[in-house]
């Protein structure tokens, strides 16, 4: 319970990572606000597991490709709770083409989902913080591997998720002084919808698994973990940093 009281906004928080996120905060002691895009039912039913475990919460829809509606999120998320400590920036997408095909429509909504919606939904947070007159406040943003390492035929999601590296580091700096920590986690592969194609690939799987030190995908729990370690007192001193939760594949991947 290292986390009691504590009030949080997990964006994504339906299904994959950001589900498992907001049920491990919760578990931990803090009240979750849930964040659902096109499925309220599944956000209520995250919602309500939170609920069950003695926690306050509520299902909130909002498009994080939609700036007014990233903002309206996070000042309902804060009337909700009386105000917000954590927000993890965890709703992601991905399309799959080649540099060559890729569309305008799906480099935009990309990168307005996964930056542009970080962005917003942090700075919305960053002057909520500064307006409650407090210092502190966590920013954790689910990142990827591929912040730093190349995916070909993803190039829209790399770009992304390296500007988001740059994001953090810069907010590290300016957020600093209203005692605001932004940190990314960095997942590898992990278990999730995300990947479902490759689930149903036992080829493409197995050969991923062989490039994996530890043997086996990651599991949302694994992210969750880290990311209660971040919205800790135990890292009260850590900003500006990627925590890289992938089973040891990114230096496995460097020596290829
Ligand atoms: P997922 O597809 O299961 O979940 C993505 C979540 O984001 C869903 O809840 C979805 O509703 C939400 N979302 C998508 N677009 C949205 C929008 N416009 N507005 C609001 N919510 C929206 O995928 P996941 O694997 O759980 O991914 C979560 C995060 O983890 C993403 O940022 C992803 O890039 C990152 N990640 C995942 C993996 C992996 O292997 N699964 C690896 C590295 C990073």
């Known amino acids: 319970m290292k986390l009691q009281g504590r009030r949080v906004l997990v964006t994504g928080s339906s299904q994959g990572i950001g589900r498992e996120v907001a049920l491990r905060l919760a578990q931990e002691g803090a009240d979750v606000i849930v964040n659902y895009r096109s499925h309220p039912e599944e956000g209520e039913s995250a919602s309500a597991e939170i609920r069950a475990l003695g926690r306050r919460s509520v299902a909130v829809g909002a498009d994080l490709a939609n700036v007014a509606e990233v903002r309206t999120l996070v000042e309902r998320a804060a009337q909700e709770l009386g105000g917000l400590d954590i927000l993890v920036n965890n709703a992601g997408i991905e399309v799959h083409d080649a540099f060559l095909d890729v569309r305008e429509e799906d480099y935009d909504r990309v990168l307005a989902v996964n930056l542009k919606g970080v962005f917003f939904a942090t700075q919305s947070f960053a002057r909520l913080r500064r307006n409650a007159g407090q210092p502190g406040g966590r920013v954790i943003n689910i990142s990827s591997v591929h912040e730093d390492l190349p995916f070909p035929n993803f190039t829209p999601y790399c770009a ?81 940093a990627t925590l890289v939760v992938d089973g040891g594949l990114t230096w496995n991947y460097s020596e290829q």
């Open 160 to 240: 992304s998720k390296g500007g988001l590296k740059m994001l953090m580091r810069n907010l590290s700096i300016e957020l600093a002084p209203l005692g605001i920590t932004v940190n990314n986690i960095a997942p590898g592969a992990i278990e999730t919808p995300i990947n479902a194609k490759l689930l149903h690939d036992p080829a493409k799987l197995s050969a991923l698994v062989a490039n994996i030190p530890l043997a086996r995908l990651g599991k949302t729990q694994d992210v969750a973990g880290a990311v209660a370690f971040l919205a800790s007192e135990d890292a009260a001193y850590v900003t500006g």
